[in-house]
Structure formats: structure tokens, C-alpha cells
């Protein structure tokens, strides 16, 4: 039945709100306000003492046979005649005064036992004919209780709450009764009902009055009353004059705080069982106690709970009415108070009516909860008792109307239960749980709201986690602390044909003139609420008939003002409404315009900027308001930015609500900034409505006018921010702003439009303030911004000017670094306030915690890959020195800071500074940035600068001792290293970014070599035998190939060299010249030099002694320096000298004689005694394995004193297994290796076949779909890619298809890519990812696809860790040393653990624990949605069987949920696409931007921050996981393993003797 049944009413006092369903049905109400003749006694005719004595005498004697003083007996009364007399007596003495309570306490007694006669064993005293007819009795009896009820004049406290201890008897006795009999009729039943009805009026109807017997029993009366109806309405279902009475009583009682309670303890007990039989068991289960949930009795039926919960909804009239006190004191009871006064005042004056805001809220959050619980979520209330402007007044007097001065004065007293009994969410409460622990809507027995509040603490209103330490799990990052919709969640229209017409209404409470203006008597007679079309304006307008804020002499406690706190939670509860929208739902063109007016209203920004308890209401609630595809949303875009601009960049954000989280209303306006990023670009030059009647001053207002607005937001928002979680959201905003200008420029080749500086619609984006924020004071963190241009700020100097104080607008500052001509608009403004703001934040606020610097350094490299044209190489360089001060700062901070946390942020700065060196490689070019970079690497690996501070001498790196922050800094230190020497200047090569290796392995160089016959079949391992193997530094593998290539016909020494180290695998071709290439044609000795002819005659031949010193040297006197040096025949005295000398003699005149003869013999021989002497030919074999060692240093004439340069040894290629050992170390790669899987989901399917299949044909996709495909990455053939392609199998090298099957498919919707025959791939330096669109399933084998017994098997775990404690076999002393502290506590857990450190000092697997996976096993998954509610239901369990890409081998676990990052892109019709992010629950880092859960992306940037999202999830799991090695460290583990299985044993003589050996031909 539609609500507008019901409020088809108007507002006259006469029949307001008196017709609804029953309209055609006879009130009984006049019977109950009346008085019933029933209920009267003869005995009053008579003078009240003659009454009195025989109501004592007689009650006396009858409740002496009840049993109390006595045992009981049987009642002497034997007919109807007695029984009636009897009952007349005490019927009269209920209504005695109170003084005469012992009579009135016996008349209760009696009628109690007596009613026993409805029970199934009625009591002994009962008299037989009541016994007979209890029914008819029983009708009598109640009517008679109804005396004691009423309240008598001029009693005291203490007979009062005798009175109603008497009372609280009866309706005990009367509730038993109810739930009890099984032999009520409908009559009895009708009568019940009308005397609780009648009882409830008698107490309820009058004005409050504070401890009188109605206020004492209000509570007791009504739930009685309630539960009761609900007994009647399962057993004897009441008529419609009884429900039409009931409702009319009911709204003579809205100025009792209890009737709201109880009404939303019913309404939410039928509410709950609603949802049982409406929705199924699936459907989220309404949460309350088990007290209120044994309200409904078992008995009722389906229909009978859909028939009592609308009528009991529909019990008050029109809740909104509760803000009109005119409206509620228009009663009798009201009128006669005002009457009898002594001051005829007016009756909406009435001190009690100054509850009537806190009722109002009740109300509307009792509606906004069956809202709440028919959408599926438990919604935790910011708003609750006594937190609002009119609860801190309510008990007030009104003196003052300033609610922030009033004290929190709790009313109803704390000591009452609390109020809201009901959640939504599954969660682990039960219904058994204890009423006094739940928070709600039910009561106002509530303690504080600071108490009370779910989900937020009361310590400090902007408390966040403040460390990494503190940091706890984030599910999806930038997520809604709300829970999920349900998926079977009515429409939208449905909920609002039910609540909306109350929620509008109350939604605009205060506002009626803003539409149609002053109300008028023409407008008073029309529905209420309603839109209508003014014919001459062409504009909605309301038409509302005056309300409250017409009358000027209200209350000052009932203002309009004070009922703020209802509007908000109205406004609140419609835009969860709105904002439950499913795709492709309409939502009725009336309720939506009526939902912008409500929300343009509460979005109203007053002068003093505080934050109304309505806009934060409709901040926190409309998260998702423009990612819905909601018709015409847009209008509201002007409203909400300003809206923002109050909450946003204030850091001391002024609240008028105490309640509400300072940090979820930022995650909330973050949510809404987020959607609205990239609207200016996306509509550019369209128009956006105006939604008021009036023109506006500045003329049309089109949305590229606001990315000013929204630009400065954010980067105001980036600079107050304190949570971690809302820091991050902002991080990947302001990635997404600044790559969306870029692309935009890009694309369109022009720069964005600069306006001028008068303009009222921009604002400079070089100022930090916005419009309306035109002085911000300066957080301390940024003063060093105003550093000159040269200057660099290190964390010494930033940490005392951190201390310092001073103000000033940032903006301003940072104005002055910038050049004049910037335009404010570019994407290089954007830039360069980015990197400016990021830098200075990272190194003064963000830097002790983890999330937020890997979010801030992921940014940094996001901005560092970004193509802008007009890019300065000052900023590029400026932003390297920041990330090298904040690693100094990292690394300097004192030991006990020192966690795997911070060296987790060290090794990402590492990264991050990589990727800008190798996007920028002219910054290289700059010395100081040269220097800057070199020292920190330096840093990373020692653990300390050469050169130290100012002062301090300088410390030479052969003298240092190694001390790195931690293993993991040192690794990533040099392979920045690696990149700064390898890379920067030269990436991507002339091949392409495929692979950083050279492609040649033995068996292609040995293909073209001269030696080599040709044919295919050559063998890996006969190219090995033609190689020397040698490792140097226990790290880097050598093959020496001693021939020259083919294609070389220079006759030099030449060496082939295949280098295999840490970072990747390098041929180089060495020739040994003695000149220039460029000399090396001309000859350099001539074939006829032209020596003269020989001349056979020489001459007389003197046979002379020749002397070595002249003759005078004999004459002169010898001294003992002459004898120092001895004669051999001094010598030839010592034993065994002498027959030495003797035998050297003999071999010398051996030789000569030998000579001699030879001479002789040629002279004879020889033609020609004197030949002519020729040049030797030209040698063509050298051992120039022998002379590359030697000339690089690698052999040393020292060794063989023991003296060796640097560890070198060779390898035995002879050995099993060489061959195969090496093929995995080339297929260890030196980049990560990450795969993306990418799936189309249409709209409904929900199995993995379905899903599949999408991609087969371009028809079943959106072309959107194929055009981001293309943007994530290029296409390239498996077999002839040299990279990561997915799969294991056919990473790394280059093959042949194994089927001529391969043909590209036509038309394909994205199967192309996947994998069997191509992949989309792209890599930079440190980092491959390959994106495949799965086709099938594949049945997931544990086992490995490619070979790893040289990983697993002959490892036996030692190389799996993160480092062995022995690095390398050279430096075996240092193992013995006390190991350094590394960022992993493995150490210490395992070294505890028995067995767990084997002889070697290296860690043993055994079955405590399981080596790590080689690679990291994380799965990122993208799905594209054409329906956003199809994200909660995809097969993530089936689809991981398509998801294999080989790696999985090396986890003992396999395939784990655990493991899967989930990014859903739903496209919205504007052609904008929204994101959903899914991370595994408990793990330590959230997950990674730029993409933000909820953040709504143009298709130009969707590629690159899909991409660069799913690399930051994989980089952040590498840093996460405790045992992950990076991949250079894997490699030099893989060489070191090769040593010690290959190593030849020999000494150095025999390496000599090794070399001088030919290798195998």
C-alpha cells in the first residue's frame, strides 16, 4: 500500500491527520476519553466515608481467603448476584484516595486472583461463578482496574509510587494473563485493548509533569500496551476501530520521549522478522536482542507480521509533525492545561514540549533504521542521544539559545539502558546478547555519546593511527567503513514509496520558504510535501503550508534550529537511499528532483564556516553520490565543492556535532572529491544547471571552470591531512589529477586554457588557499618550502625548522620557487606543486609510517614516468635530492627505530629514486646530483658516507667495515647501482625493453665461430665443452670461448666472454692490439728491409782474454767493503755446495761442447753459412684465456705466495648436471616478473565459463574493453620473446611454436592475449608485467612446470632465505663474527627453533617450515563490469584456476585467496569508469595506489594506473614477505650454488698449469 494513503492529509487542526486507511471506520476514541459507565461503582452515589466503610469491610474480609496471611480457602460466594455485589465494592474502593492504600492494595489482590479464572488452573479463592463465565467477569474486571489508574490531585511522592507499585501489579497480572489463557474471546480481547488504550490516554495525554504517577509509569503503560496489541494481533487480530483508535490515542501521546521508543522497538521487531519471509535467509539479518526479538509472538503468521508492521509504522501519523509543536499540543489535555492555568498562555508553550526535538530524532532515526535494514547494512550512528544542539538544551530552561555553551546535561538518566538494539551487519553478535551492552534507537536510557558511539573512540575527535607500528589491516584501501549493500536489496523507488514522503518532509524542515516562499492560505488546504510546477518560474517548488519558523513566539527550546540533528539523519537516511542505486535501476524523476533541492538545502554553508550537523550528515552518507549514474547529479557539483571547501583544508575543523569522527567525514568528502577528479576534463565546456530559480551573477558555470576548485581541494586537503588511510586516498588523486592533465595535453597538443587572474570562476593553482579559504595558516612541517631555489633542506636543518614558529600562506611560499610564466592550469604546475608537496610531507610528517610513505614514494615514481613536455630539469633534480635526504634520514635514525617497517620504506625510496634516474638520465649529467646519488648508494651498501660531516676525515672504502642498515638496503643499494652504471642513459635499448641481457649463450656463439661445420645439431652441452669456466668474487660466472668469431678477419688474440652475475648475462668479444683500430691496416714490417750482402771474410781473428776491470784496479789496497760481497770458492766450503758447483760446472761444458759441434755441423752442411734472418709468421693461436685473467687482474703473480687478489676459481663442466644448472640461472631473471589477468564480466554472469568466453568475440565486449586492453601494455609473441610472458614455460627464451595452430584469431574480444600466442607486456628497467586475458581453465598442477631440482632439491633450503649468514666462500671468517641485526626477525625465531642452523651456519628446511616461493605468488586480477553489483559475486575460487602461471611450485601452499588483489572497472554510462579495489583481509600493508577503492577514472589514464597500481600491489607484497629475495640476490645464490657443486679442487699451480691447457675441440 503506498505511503501517500496516509499523508493525503492536511494540516487543520480539525481532521489533521485523522483519516489514513480507516477513514471509513467509527473512532472509539471518545468512548475511552469519556469514561466508560462501566467502570463506575453504585457505591458512589453515596457520601464517600459511608463508601469507604463498607469497601473496607468487605475487601478486608475477601482478600482474607486469597492465601496471604493464611492458607486459602474457598470463596463463600456461590452466585452471580453475590459476586456482581462484591465486584461493585471494590470496584468503588480502586478509586479511594491514596491514603486508603491497604483497601486499594486488597481490591488489587483480589481482582488478581480472581482473573486466575482464565487460566487453565484457576486458584482456590476464585468463586465458582466466575469460574463458570470467566470472560464475561473478567470484561467487568478490567474495566474496573481502570480507577486505579487514575491519578489523583495533591498526592506526595511517597503515596504516588505506591500508586503505581499497585499498578505495575495489575499490568503484570494482566500481560501473564494475555500471554498465558488460550480461553479469551474477542470480546475479552477488544476489552483489554480498550482499557490499555484508555489507561495509557488517562497517563499519557496530559502535558509532562515531572515525577507524577504518568511520568513514573509511562514507560511500564506503553510496552504493556504494545506487547499486548501484538499478543491480540497474532491470536485475535484487533478491528479496524480498535487500530483506528489506537492511532488516534497514540498521536495524543508525541510529547512522550517513551511512545517513540517503543514505537521503534516494535517496528524493528516486526521490521526483523519481515526481512525473514520477504528476502530469504541470505538477506542480511536485522541484529536486536533477544528481548525485543521475543516481542513478536511464534504464532504469527507471514501475514499477519506484514499486516501489523504497517499499521504499527503508521501508528503516529506523520513523524515529521513532531518538529511542529503547534500541531502536538493541539489536544484537549493541552488546551485544558493552558485553560486552568494561572497564566493563560499558549499550549505549544508547555515546558515538556522542549523534548520534542530529541522525539524528532528518535522518529526519524527509528525510520532511517528499517531504511538501514531493508538496504542490508548496519549503519553505526553518528548522531546519537544527546549529541545533538537540541539534546544538550532539551532539559534546558531555553535561557540560553546557544548550544555550544549549554553543558551536556544527559536526559533520560544515565542509569536507563541504551537505546539502539539492533545492527544489520553478520557480524559476530548473536542474539543472545545482553540488552544494556547494544546501542539504539529504543530508548533514551543512554549514558554519553561518547559512550555509545559504534566504531569510534571518544579519545580525541581526529585520533588515527599515528605509526606504522599502530597501523591495522586495510581491506581495500579508501573502502567505506559502512557495511556492504545487500545484493537482494529492494529498489530504490520501492523504499521511497514507503519512507520517503516522511523523509522529504523531515529532510526539509526550516527550508519551505527557500522553495515557494512565505506560506499562504491558498497553500494550506494541498498535500503536503509535494513538488509542483510553477507554471510561471518553470522551477520546483514545495508547497508546504507555514510551519514552525512562521510563529514568532515558540519557545526558544524549540526552535527550528534545534531539530537540526533529526533533518541530518533524515537527509542521511535519503542518501543511503540514493546511493543503494543498481545499475541500470531508474529512480522516478520526482524523487529525484525533490533529493537535490533536500541536499542543495543541507549543503548550505554558513558564514562562520562550521560544519552543521546536516552537511556532515549528507558528507558522510553520500560517498558514492556521483558514481552512480544517478540523472542529473551534476547539478549539485557547485554545491558539494563548497560544501568540501568547509571541511576539507581546515585542520581545526569546526564541528557542531561532538559525535561525529573528524577522520571518517574526511574519508567520506574524500570519497566525493575522488569522483569528481576527472569531470572538468571529461565534460570540458558543458553547462551545468543551475538548480535555483535565479540567474546566476557570474553567468553559466561550465565544469572545466571547476578544476581550479577541485585541484586546490585537494592539494589543501594533501596538506592538513593526519590519517594515514585518507593521506593515501589523497596520494592517489593527486596522480590521477596530474597524469589526466598530461594526458589530456597530450592528446589534444595543447596546454589547458590559463584564465585571468580577475576571474571570479578560477583561482591560481599556485596558491595553496583557495577562494574561500583566503589566509591558511602554515603547518610547521612546511617552512622550509620558502628555501630558495639552489638551496636543498637536509633533516637536520628540516628538523629544527620543524621546532620553529611561523605562519604564512603556503601557497605564497612556494610561489617563489616557481617560474614567472607557469601557466596555473598545465599539467606541469600541477607537477611541480605535486612533487613539492609530496617531498616536503614525506620527509617531515609521513616518514615513521609505512603505508603512507610507500603511497607517497609510489606517487613519486608515478610522477616520474609521466611525459610532460615543459618538465625542468631543476624539479627533476630537486625531487632525486629529496629522496636521497630521506633515505640519509631513514638510515641515520637511532637503532631501536631501526624495523623491518623502515627498511621496508628505504628499499621503495631505492626503487623510487631508480625510476627517476632512469626517466630523467640527463640528471645524471649534474655533477652534485651525480655525487648526491653515489653517496647514498654508497650508504646503502656500507652502512656510512666517506665522507662524513662537516669536519670529520675522510673515511676511504677499503677502510671501512661494512655495516649496512640491513641486508635489504644493501641489495637495493646496488641495484641502483646497477641501474645508474647499466641502465640510466641507455634504457630501453636499441632491442627494446624486452629483455636487459644479451640475448647469446654458448651454443649461438659457437654457431659462428670459423671451427664450427655447420649443422642444427649442436648441444648445449658440446657448446660447453668448448668453454673455460671460471667464477670470480664468488659472484659472477666467466665462460671463455679462446676462438674468434666468423665474422672476424683480423688475425688477433682474441676471447669471447659470456659474463653471468647478479644482474643478467653479457657476451663481450675482447681482441688484445698493439695499435688503434684505425692504425691496425697499415703494415708495420717490411718484407725486404734491403740489409747489404754478407761478406764471408772477417777478418783475423784475435783470441783475447777480455778483462772486466782496468789493470790499475789490481794495484789499489783492498777494504773490508771489497770482502763483503764473498768468492765462490769462499762459498764452495760448505757441505754439498762444493759437488753442486761441480755438477753445474759439468752441464755448462756439456752444453757448450754441444754447441760447438752444432755450429760446426751447420757451417759444413749449409750452402750458405750466413742465411738471411726473416720476421716468424704471424701467430694465429693464443691461450687468451690465460692473458684476459691476466690482464683484468684476476690472476696474480702473488698468488703463489698465497697472496690472491680476489677469489677465483674454475668449474668442472665435466659434471652431470653443469649443463642444467646453468639454463636455470639464464632463466633466473634480474627484473621482477608480475602477471596480470584480465577478464570481461557481463552483466548477470556469475560462472567462470560464462566469464571465459567474453573475450572470444569482439561482439560480446564493449569496445571500451579492447581499447584499454591496448593501453596496458604492447603485443608480443610468445616464442620470440625474450621477457616474461605469463607463464613460465615460455618466459626467457626464445622458442618454437609447439603447434601451427597459432593463427591470430578475427574479431577476438581480447582472446588474442592469451598466452598461447601472445600477451600484452611492459617493462622498464627493474620490473616486467605481462597482462593475459585467460580463455580457459587449466587444473592447477603443485608441481613446477619447468625445471627446479637446482632450486629445491640440491638447495636443501639454503638459498632460499633471504641471505645466508656466510656470503660468499671468501670471506667464511666473517661467518664466525656475531651477525648483524637484519630488518627481518627470522633470525631470532629460527635460531631458537631446534635444528634450525645446520653446521655450514646456513638455515636448514625441515618440516617445521617449507622453502619460499622463488617468485612472488601474488595474482592481480582485473575484471571489467558492466554491472557494479556482479563484483560480489564472481567466482574468484574457479577462476584461479585460469590464473597459473608456473610459479606456483615453489609455495607448499599453492593457490590461496590470500594471494589475489582484486581491481573491478564498472563502466558508467558518462563513459567514465569506477573503481573497486579488493585486497586480502590481515595483512600488513594496505593496498597500493594510485587507484583508490571508489575512485572514478577517465579511460585515457585507465591504463597506466591499472598498470602502475598492480605493480605497487606486487612491490608492496615483495616488501612485505619475510623470506622474498630480490632478484640479483636469487641469481649471485644460484652462482654460489654452482661453486660448490662445480668447483675445481686445485691448487695454484695447477690452475696455472689448467690454463695453459687447450679446451676440447
Known sequence: MNLGVFNRVNYNVKDSESGGMYSEWASLTSLIQNGNEDSQSVLGKFPIAAGKEVAMAVVKQLASNLGF???????????????????????????????EHDTIRDCVHVYCAWLSALHPVPKVSVPRPICEDPNLYARKMICHFHNLFVPRKGEGADTINRQAVLCHRVLRTLQHLAQGSNSLTRETWEALLLFLLAINDTLLAPPTVKDDVGDQLCERVLSVLFEVWLLACARCFPSPPLWKTFRETCMNWR???????????????????????MYGPSFPELKICEEDAQLIPALMTNDCIAQSWFRFL???????????????????KFLQFAITSENVIDPCQHPCLASLPLIFLKAVKGIAGQVDAFLGIAQPYLWDEGCSSSDRDKRESGISSHPTSVTHSPTPPPQRRLAKSFSVAPSAVTKGIPKASLIGLTSSRTTSSSAVLSGHTASTPNSGPSSASSLSSVVSLGGDSRQPLAPARPKCNSILHMFGEWLFEAAHIGCEAVYHGKGSEANTNKRPSSLLLDNRKGSLSLSQPGSLSDDADIPPAITIDKYEAGQAEALGALCRIFCAKKTGEEI?????????LALQQGLHTNENRECGETLASILLNSADLFRLDLDGVQVLLPHVINALEIVLPEKELKLKSSSVSKTELRRASIHLLLSMLVLPLHFQNLTIKDLGRGSSERGPLTFSQLKPSLMNLLINALQVESDPQNAQMLLGGLLLSVQ??????????????????????????????SDTVSSLSLPSDYRSVSLGRGDDVSPETQDQSDSTSSSGTFGNMMYIDYPMGLNKNSAHALFVRATYLVCHRLISSWKTDLNVSLAALELLAGLARIHIRETDALECKRAVKWLCDYIVYQCSRPPPAHSKDLHSTIVAAFQCAAVWLVAHPYLLQDKDCLTTVLEVVELGISGSKSQGKPGEPVCMKDEKELKPASMRVRDAAEALLTIVLEQVGYFPSPCGAESLWSLLDEVALLRHCNSWPGGDNLSRELAVDRFHYFVVENSTVLALLEEPLGNDQDPQPTVTVLIRGPFGRHAWTMQLRHLPRHKSGTKYHAPNPGRPVPMADVGVHHDVKHRYFPENVDRIPQCKVDKSIPSMESLLTEAGAAAEHAHLSRLVEQQATLETAAGQEWCKDAENPFPECVPPPACHEYQTARLFLSHFGFLSLDAANGNVGSPFMALNTSLDGFCRDLEALDNMSSRTCDTVHVFYVRAGQKTPQEILSNVQSESTVSPHFLEFLLSLGWSVNVFQHPGWTGHISTSWRITQPTSQENATPRNHGGSLYNGDSQVLYWADASSEIAFVVPTRCHEHDASPQFDTSSESTHLSGQGWFERSVSDSAGNAGRGTEKPRTLSLDLDKSSASSPGAINGSGRRRTGAVRHPPPVHSNTKVLVFWTESYEDQLQLPLTDLMQATTTGLEGGSSRGLDERDYFVICLNALASGLLRVKLQGPAGGRTSLATPLVDGMVVSRRVLGSMVRQTALNICRRRRLDNDSYQPPHVRRRLKVQELVQKYRCELSHPELLTYLFSDPPT
Open 69 to 99: 496471611a493464611q492458607a486459602a480457602e474457598p470463596s463463600p460466594l456461590t452466585t452471580d448476584r453475590e459476586v456482581q455485589w462484591c465486584m461493585e465494592v471494590i470496584c468503588f474502593g480502586m478509586s479511594l484516595p491514596l491514603s
Open 255 to 277: 510529547h512522550r520521549v517513551a511512545l517513540i521508543e517503543q514505537w521503534n522497538r516494535v517496528n524493528l521487531a516486526l521490521t526483523a522478522r519481515l526481512l525473514e519471509f
Open 314 to 332: 503508521h501508528c503516529l501519523g506523520n513523524p515529521a509533525n513532531l518538529c511542529r509543536p503547534a500541531m502536538i499540543s493541539q489536544t484537549q
Open 588 to 596: 522516478l524523476p520526482v524523487y529525484l528532483a525533490r533529493f537535490y
Open 740 to 769: 589526466d592533465s598530461a594526458s589530456a595535453e597530450e592528446v589534444e597538443q595543447v596546454t589547458q586554457p590559463d584564465t585571468g587572474p580577475c576571474s571570479d570562476t578560477t583561482s591560481n593553482l599556485l596558491s595553496s588557499a
